[in-house]
């Protein structure tokens, strides 16, 4: 780990580690690749290196706030479906992959108590696991890290604002013709460029206009491999991931031409992943029907999928937030707040059996629209 590294010398390493893998390859690197270079590159990557990423206000050096560190009620509230899950699945552990901080780990397991009996967490980033080893100590042996995932899991997976930040492929089309967009070199600096491909979006996208977009193998491969997984255990289990993101007919409507990629940096937001490497948050919005898809091959079934608003009502948040003081019920709000967390994230879950109904998605349900 570079702990001792500035973020000026973080970025400046980074980007010639780029720049090698350029001039490898030939010349030219899908945006994939390059993603995966600037979030995971050992010790210097955006989550792999030792910089504040998470919190609540820019002056504390961070750059995005996720649920958990929000409202402690998020954790709260998802302990009620997962709950249900490991009751209705007849298991005792959960799966949470990049865990972040350790809050939502911390909420879920004050909440569940003796429900569960091992939270195993599989997060890439050793900085955050030390981060998380010293939040989640009270827990003891009860938290386990694990580096790769098991050949069989039962229980109840959570994915909290992680497939957005998987590596994704960019196609554009120019001139009514199908590129992939990738990076090269042009005097020495990082550059846009494209290459002639024979990929496509999974869907049509209507009018002749230069367009572009993302898709996500990656994000689908992992959840592919959580299925296959689950369903290799004797009592299986459940998924539920939440994210932002639209279904297919949404994420590829002939107006969204401009591609959902954006960079996350003090609480600002901006779209171009190639300055600052290392610095910087790269995300993409998840296309739900794709992520659906992959888990249904596999065998699982759909649960249901909602926005987080209609989640954490159906489980109960109007309540707790009920019980809170005014300060809590102004930060939770913002998890149902249509113009901040509570339409533009939604929530997909999945499960071995087909026996039992989730209650996060007892009204409001959208799985018709994946």
Known sequence: MKSHMTAEEISAQLTQIIRDAIHKAGGWIGFDHFEALALYQPGLGYYANALQKFGTRPESGSDFVTAPELSPLFGRTLAVQVGEALQATQTCEIYEFGAGTGALAQQLLTALGSAVEAYNIIDLSGTLRERQQ??????????????????????????????????????????????????ALHEGQLVWADQPTQARPPCEVEGAHDYLTEIQPQAEAFVASVAER?????????????????????????????????????????????????????????????????????????????????????????????????????????????????????????????????????????????
């Open 134 to 183: 010293q939040t989640l100590a009270p827990f003891g042996e009860k938290v386990r890290w694990l580096s790769a995932l098991p050949d069989a899991m039962q229980g109840v997976v959570i994915g909290n604002e992680v497939l957005d930040a998987m590596p994704v492929r960019l196609l554009a089309r120019l001139n009514g013709a199908w590129h992939e967009r990738g990076v």
């Open 230 to 370: 689950l369903l290799a255990s004797s009592r299986g289990g459940a998924a539920f991931f939440l994210d932002y993101g639209f279904p297919e007919a949404e994420y590829f409507h002939p107006q969204r031409h401009m591609g959902t990629v954006m960079c996350h940096q003090a609480h600002q937001s901006d779209m171009n992943p190639l300055v600052a490497v290392g610095l910087k948050d790269i995300t993409a919005h998840v296309n739900f029907t794709g992520i659906a898809l992959a888990a249904q091959d596999q065998g699982l079934h759909v649960l249901g999928y909602s926005s987080q608003a209609r989640f954490l009502l159906n489980l109960g948040l109007a309540e707790a937030m009920a019980q809170t003081e005014l300060a809590g019920r102004s930060q939770a709000q913002k998890l149902m707040a249509e113009h901040e967390m509570g339409e533009l994230f939604k929530v997909v879950g999945f499960s071995t059996s087909d026996a039992w109904q989730a209650s996060g998605f007892a009204a409001g349900d959208r799985s018709h629209r994946l």
